[in-house]
Protein backbone atom coordinates (compact mmCIF):
# COMPACT_ATOMS: atom_id res chain seq x y z
CA UNK A 1 0.00 0.00 0.00
CA UNK A 2 1.35 3.12 -0.84
CA UNK A 3 1.35 5.64 1.58
CA UNK A 4 -0.46 8.49 -0.20
CA UNK A 5 -3.26 7.65 -2.57
CA UNK A 6 -4.81 10.02 -5.10
CA UNK A 7 -6.32 8.76 -7.92
CA UNK A 8 -4.89 10.32 -10.30
CA UNK A 9 -8.07 10.59 -13.32
CA UNK A 10 -8.74 13.68 -14.96
CA UNK A 11 -11.38 16.03 -14.29
CA UNK A 12 -13.41 18.39 -16.44
CA UNK A 13 -15.86 21.10 -14.99
CA UNK A 14 -17.23 24.08 -16.19
CA UNK A 15 -15.95 27.50 -15.00
CA UNK A 16 -18.16 28.48 -12.22
CA UNK A 17 -18.64 24.93 -11.20
CA UNK A 18 -16.58 23.33 -7.45
CA UNK A 19 -13.83 20.85 -7.79
CA UNK A 20 -13.44 18.41 -5.44
CA UNK A 21 -10.22 16.81 -4.71
CA UNK A 22 -9.18 14.33 -2.17
CA UNK A 23 -6.63 11.99 -1.02
CA UNK A 24 -5.98 9.24 1.62
CA UNK A 25 -2.90 8.01 3.48
CA UNK A 26 -1.78 5.43 6.00
CA UNK A 27 1.02 6.68 7.89
CA UNK A 28 -1.29 8.06 10.72
CA UNK A 29 1.94 9.50 11.89
CA UNK A 30 2.02 12.40 9.24
CA UNK A 31 1.10 15.98 10.58
CA UNK A 32 1.59 18.33 7.81
CA UNK A 33 -1.00 18.21 4.53
CA UNK A 34 -0.07 20.30 1.97
CA UNK A 35 -1.53 20.88 -1.82
CA UNK A 36 0.98 22.02 -4.60
CA UNK A 37 -0.37 23.00 -8.16
CA UNK A 38 2.09 22.74 -10.82
CA UNK A 39 0.94 24.34 -14.18
CA UNK A 40 2.11 22.32 -17.56
CA UNK A 41 5.77 22.00 -17.93
CA UNK A 42 6.60 23.81 -14.41
CA UNK A 43 7.61 23.02 -11.59
CA UNK A 44 4.93 22.61 -8.18
CA UNK A 45 4.16 25.27 -6.93
CA UNK A 46 2.46 25.41 -2.76
CA UNK A 47 -1.13 26.46 -2.82
CA UNK A 48 -2.60 25.37 0.74
CA UNK A 49 -0.76 24.08 4.04
CA UNK A 50 -2.39 22.94 7.31
CA UNK A 51 -1.33 21.54 9.90
CA UNK A 52 -3.30 18.32 11.88
CA UNK A 53 -6.64 18.32 11.39
CA UNK A 54 -8.86 21.14 10.53
CA UNK A 55 -9.67 23.48 7.98
CA UNK A 56 -8.58 26.12 5.85
CA UNK A 57 -9.64 28.78 3.88
CA UNK A 58 -7.45 31.00 1.22
CA UNK A 59 -9.92 32.80 -0.57
CA UNK A 60 -11.62 30.22 -3.42
CA UNK A 61 -9.48 27.61 -1.86
CA UNK A 62 -10.48 25.56 0.92
CA UNK A 63 -8.28 22.62 2.52
CA UNK A 64 -9.64 20.00 4.79
CA UNK A 65 -7.88 17.14 7.13
CA UNK A 66 -9.65 14.77 8.74
CA UNK A 67 -7.16 12.67 11.03
CA UNK A 68 -9.28 10.26 12.08
CA UNK A 69 -10.15 8.67 8.57
CA UNK A 70 -6.67 10.09 6.99
CA UNK A 71 -8.54 11.67 4.72
CA UNK A 72 -7.24 15.25 3.27
CA UNK A 73 -9.55 17.30 0.69
CA UNK A 74 -9.25 20.65 -1.20
CA UNK A 75 -12.01 22.50 -2.94
CA UNK A 76 -11.83 24.91 -5.21
CA UNK A 77 -15.40 27.42 -5.49
CA UNK A 78 -16.20 29.65 -9.02
CA UNK A 79 -13.58 27.85 -10.41
CA UNK A 80 -11.86 29.78 -13.17
CA UNK A 81 -9.89 28.83 -16.63
CA UNK A 82 -6.95 29.53 -15.00
CA UNK A 83 -7.34 26.90 -12.21
CA UNK A 84 -6.67 24.93 -14.64
CA UNK A 85 -3.39 22.59 -13.33
CA UNK A 86 -2.53 19.38 -11.71
CA UNK A 87 -3.19 19.47 -8.24
CA UNK A 88 -0.87 16.96 -6.19
CA UNK A 89 -1.90 16.54 -2.32
CA UNK A 90 1.25 16.16 -0.39
CA UNK A 91 2.29 15.69 3.64
CA UNK A 92 5.30 15.17 5.78
CA UNK A 93 5.93 13.71 9.49
CA UNK A 94 7.07 15.88 12.08
CA UNK A 95 10.54 14.28 12.47
CA UNK A 96 13.17 12.92 10.58
CA UNK A 97 14.39 13.68 7.03
CA UNK A 98 11.95 16.41 6.17
CA UNK A 99 10.71 14.60 2.55
CA UNK A 100 7.62 15.10 1.42
CA UNK A 101 5.01 11.76 0.09
CA UNK A 102 2.79 12.91 -2.29
CA UNK A 103 -0.41 11.70 -4.35
CA UNK A 104 0.34 10.93 -7.99
CA UNK A 105 -1.90 14.31 -8.77
CA UNK A 106 -4.89 15.36 -10.36
CA UNK A 107 -5.40 17.00 -13.66
CA UNK A 108 -7.84 19.24 -13.70
CA UNK A 109 -9.32 21.41 -16.77
CA UNK A 110 -11.90 24.44 -16.10
CA UNK A 111 -13.43 24.76 -19.25
CA UNK A 112 -14.81 28.37 -20.41
CA UNK B 1 17.96 36.11 -8.23
CA UNK B 2 16.46 34.21 -5.46
CA UNK B 3 15.23 30.93 -6.28
CA UNK B 4 16.29 27.58 -7.48
CA UNK B 5 17.09 26.58 -10.44
CA UNK B 6 18.18 23.17 -12.67
CA UNK B 7 20.07 23.11 -15.90
CA UNK B 8 19.67 21.87 -18.50
CA UNK B 9 15.81 22.51 -19.09
CA UNK B 10 15.70 20.15 -22.21
CA UNK B 11 18.52 17.40 -22.57
CA UNK B 12 18.33 14.37 -25.24
CA UNK B 13 21.08 11.60 -24.60
CA UNK B 14 21.84 8.27 -25.69
CA UNK B 15 21.70 4.55 -24.12
CA UNK B 16 24.62 4.14 -21.86
CA UNK B 17 25.87 7.99 -21.68
CA UNK B 18 26.60 8.84 -18.46
CA UNK B 19 24.84 11.91 -17.82
CA UNK B 20 24.68 14.78 -15.16
CA UNK B 21 21.71 17.09 -13.73
CA UNK B 22 22.42 20.06 -11.70
CA UNK B 23 20.66 21.96 -9.32
CA UNK B 24 21.31 25.22 -7.67
CA UNK B 25 19.75 26.90 -4.81
CA UNK B 26 19.99 30.36 -3.42
CA UNK B 27 18.27 30.26 0.26
CA UNK B 28 21.08 27.95 2.36
CA UNK B 29 18.31 25.49 2.60
CA UNK B 30 19.45 22.18 4.31
CA UNK B 31 17.01 20.06 3.28
CA UNK B 32 17.36 18.92 -0.81
CA UNK B 33 15.55 16.17 -3.20
CA UNK B 34 15.52 14.82 -6.63
CA UNK B 35 12.30 13.64 -7.68
CA UNK B 36 11.21 12.18 -11.11
CA UNK B 37 7.84 12.54 -12.56
CA UNK B 38 6.32 9.70 -14.98
CA UNK B 39 2.18 9.46 -15.94
CA UNK B 40 0.67 7.40 -13.57
CA UNK B 41 3.18 7.55 -11.00
CA UNK B 42 3.47 10.98 -9.70
CA UNK B 43 6.22 12.11 -8.10
CA UNK B 44 8.91 10.16 -6.98
CA UNK B 45 11.51 10.79 -4.79
CA UNK B 46 15.27 9.51 -6.07
CA UNK B 47 17.41 10.66 -3.09
CA UNK B 48 17.63 13.52 -0.71
CA UNK B 49 20.20 15.21 1.49
CA UNK B 50 20.16 16.96 5.14
CA UNK B 51 22.88 19.17 4.45
CA UNK B 52 26.39 18.82 2.67
CA UNK B 53 27.94 15.34 2.47
CA UNK B 54 25.10 13.87 3.52
CA UNK B 55 22.82 12.41 0.98
CA UNK B 56 20.60 8.98 1.27
CA UNK B 57 18.55 6.86 -0.65
CA UNK B 58 14.53 7.55 -1.83
CA UNK B 59 12.36 5.29 -3.14
CA UNK B 60 13.90 4.62 -6.63
CA UNK B 61 17.46 5.09 -6.56
CA UNK B 62 18.91 2.75 -8.90
CA UNK B 63 20.86 3.68 -11.91
CA UNK B 64 21.69 7.37 -10.10
CA UNK B 65 23.96 8.80 -8.31
CA UNK B 66 23.98 12.03 -6.12
CA UNK B 67 26.80 14.36 -3.94
CA UNK B 68 26.35 17.50 -2.27
CA UNK B 69 29.86 19.03 -1.18
CA UNK B 70 28.22 22.41 -1.10
CA UNK B 71 24.84 23.53 0.42
CA UNK B 72 23.52 25.43 -2.49
CA UNK B 73 23.86 22.40 -5.22
CA UNK B 74 22.95 19.05 -5.31
CA UNK B 75 23.62 17.27 -8.95
CA UNK B 76 21.83 14.08 -9.78
CA UNK B 77 24.31 11.68 -12.43
CA UNK B 78 22.84 9.02 -14.46
CA UNK B 79 25.83 6.86 -14.42
CA UNK B 80 24.91 4.63 -17.67
CA UNK B 81 21.24 5.92 -19.04
CA UNK B 82 18.66 3.89 -19.80
CA UNK B 83 15.18 4.41 -21.76
CA UNK B 84 13.53 4.09 -18.82
CA UNK B 85 15.21 6.91 -17.12
CA UNK B 86 12.81 8.78 -19.74
CA UNK B 87 11.63 11.37 -17.32
CA UNK B 88 10.84 14.74 -16.52
CA UNK B 89 13.47 15.77 -13.04
CA UNK B 90 12.46 18.24 -10.36
CA UNK B 91 14.95 18.89 -7.77
CA UNK B 92 13.55 20.47 -4.50
CA UNK B 93 14.70 22.32 -1.35
CA UNK B 94 13.14 22.86 2.15
CA UNK B 95 14.04 24.35 5.80
CA UNK B 96 14.90 23.09 8.51
CA UNK B 97 11.36 23.94 10.20
CA UNK B 98 8.84 20.51 9.36
CA UNK B 99 6.27 23.06 8.71
CA UNK B 100 8.36 24.73 5.84
CA UNK B 101 7.80 25.14 2.46
CA UNK B 102 9.32 22.91 -0.30
CA UNK B 103 10.14 24.84 -3.53
CA UNK B 104 11.02 22.99 -6.70
CA UNK B 105 13.02 23.66 -9.63
CA UNK B 106 11.61 23.91 -13.69
CA UNK B 107 12.40 20.55 -14.60
CA UNK B 108 14.50 19.15 -16.99
CA UNK B 109 12.84 16.54 -19.40
CA UNK B 110 15.20 14.18 -19.95
CA UNK B 111 14.77 11.77 -23.03
CA UNK B 112 17.02 8.80 -23.67
CA UNK B 113 17.14 6.97 -26.98
Known amino acids: QKEVEQDPGPLSVPEGAIVSLNCTYS??????FMWYRQYSRKGPELLMY????GNKEDGRFTAQVDKSSKYISLFIRDSQPSDSATYLC????????????FGKGNQVVVIP | DAGITQSPRYKITETGRQVTLMCHQT?????MFWYRQDLGHGLRLIYYSAAADITDKGEVPDGYVVSRSKTENFPLTLESATRSQTSVYFCASRGTGMNTEAFFGQGTRLTVV
Open chain 1, 27 to 32: NSAFQY
Open chain 1, 50 to 53: TYSS
Open chain 2, 27 to 31: WSHSY
Open chain 1, 90 to 101: AMSLPYGNNRLA
